[in-house]
């Protein structure tokens, strides 16, 4: 434990995963530090142990925690969720749930329904929404479920029908069940956004348990500071919103890593390697952003709506251990020859350097998923189809870009400071109107808390 003195503002990373703690000042130096027992030592301990060590909890305005990735099995049998989805007669042909492994649905499928609703590609209304059937459907909810989760077709372009059903709802079974909206995910599928959706409301429970333990001892160590939970891409979510949405924070420990190490090495962009007793896993961070490896993440069986970073592991059971990494490394670095390459954990000495690559290996290596959650920033992302109609094609671009920016803001991120990712753009030449895939993502450092005044 080390806790130098520091009178600038500080901000804390927690990786619960490791058992690791930072304290950062704001032109990033590592400041006190804690190192805790994994999986024994809660975020709570681990945050009061790199306050007690020295600093000054009036110092920090941040905290930023990389929490256990939750699963199914850890509320199997204990939450049961009702699912309504809006889209009758369109989106009939393929029930709720339908494409679920058995042992999850009989986990987790309170009632099902399908009910009249549902809008357009363009955001016209398809069918009107049956008010009456969404508040039978909660009646017979009532007492039977722990959470609900409500989902309709293009929700992403209008999400009335599927806000106003979840207010009827939220009506019917009061504030202590949660509803969930498959429009709160940015996925093109129904059935993507449908699962994440019931999946996120199954943990929506025991992700409100854990959070409000860890906001206690925020309150506790540092009450000035704000809470974050970082994702699985290595940006963050705010406290508010995280028991909402814990699917999202699965994968935190990667994301935090390879983030963290960059910035350990001083790098804007780089090939992270961490290697430990039982694999290594292979990232890359480019200008704060891991590249999208361009496939949904399954849960438990379960295709969600989430992204997966392009990550590739290799066990240290495989043959040719070393020669399979450095093949991975070369893929990472494709087109990237200059690439430097950071490799970090507790096994980094078995790596070799790699030949004719420029390597770095951060004497707190250790601390990177840590650090790299205490300097994470705020992301929101843009991945649907657009109409264009008499806007045309810059019409549609510069809402994107504008959606995009906004659900950053949303996130934390200051506006004065954002970055932006050239727009993908797909036609789509297969429906009968102009149309258009287009992503986008705009990024940024967190908006500063209001200045205070430290006591010398």
Avoid at 331 to 352: N, Q, S, T, W
Wanted: net charge neutral; aromatic share 2%; glycine share 10%.
């Amino acid at each position: 434990m080390t806790a130098p003195p520091s009178a600038t503002r500080l901000r804390v990373g927690v990786d619960v995963v490791r058992a690791r703690a930072v304290a950062l000042d704001r032109q990033g130096r590592i400041v006190a530090t804690y190192r805790g027992r994994p999986r024994r030592d809660p975020a709570a301990r681990l945050l009061g142990a790199v306050v007690a060590g020295g600093t000054d909890p009036a110092a920090i305005d941040r905290v930023v925690v990389i929490m256990p990735d939750l699963t199914p099995a850890e509320v199997a049998g204990g939450v049961r969720v009702g699912v309504v989805r809006i889209g009758a007669p369109a989106a009939t042909a393929l029930p709720p749930l339908a494409g679920w492994p058995a042992t999850q649905r009989r986990a987790f499928a309170g009632p099902v329904t399908m009910v009249r609703g549902g809008h357009e590609y363009d955001g016209r209304i398809s069918a009107p929404l049956d008010l009456l059937a969404v508040a039978g459907f909660a009646r017979r909810c009532a007492g039977d479920v722990g959470a609900v989760a409500v989902a309709g077709i293009h929700a992403l372009e209008n999400p009335e029908h599927e806000q106003r059903a979840a207010d009827v709802i939220a009506d019917e079974l009061g504030a202590d069940v949660p509803v969930l909206r498959g429009a709160e995910t940015e996925a093109l599928g129904l059935l993507e956004r449908e699962h994440t959706a019931v999946l996120d409301a199954a943990f929506a429970g025991v992700a409100r348990a854990r959070l409000d333990e860890l906001g206690a001892a925020v309150r506790a160590y540092c009450p000035d500071a704000e809470l974050h939970v970082l994702r699985g891409d290595g940006t963050v979510l705010p406290a508010l919103d995280a028991p909402r949405h814990a699917t999202a924070w699965i994968g935190a420990g990667h994301g935090g890593l390879i983030h963290g190490a960059a910035r350990l090495a001083g790098l804007p962009s780089a090939a992270v390697v961490e290697v430990t007793a039982d694999r290594a896993v292979v990232g890359t961070t480019h200008a704060g952003l891991l590249p999208d490896s361009g496939l949904p993440r399954h849960i438990a069986g379960i295709r969600t709506g989430l992204r997966t970073p392009r990550l590739t592991m290799v066990s240290r059971r495989a043959e040719e251990f070393t020669a399979r990494l450095l093949a991975a490394l070369t893929r990472a670095r494709y087109g990237v020859d200059g690439m430097p390459v950071v490799i970090v954990g507790d096994r980094a000495d078995d790596l070799p350097d790699p030949p004719g690559i420029p390597v770095l290996r951060p004497r707190e290596g250790d601390l990177a998923a840590a650090v790299g959650a205490a300097t994470a920033e705020a992301m929101g992302s843009v991945d649907r189809i657009f109409w264009q109609g008499t806007g045309g094609r810059k019409d549609s671009v510069d809402r994107a870009r504008r959606l995009a920016s906004d659900a950053a803001v949303r996130a934390g991120a200051d506006p004065r400071t954002l970055r932006e990712t050239p727009v993908q753009e797909a036609l789509m030449t297969y429906v009968p109107v102009p149309a258009a895939r287009l992503r986008v993502t705009a990024v940024g450092p967190l908006l500063e808390p209001a200045e205070a005044t430290v006591a010398p």
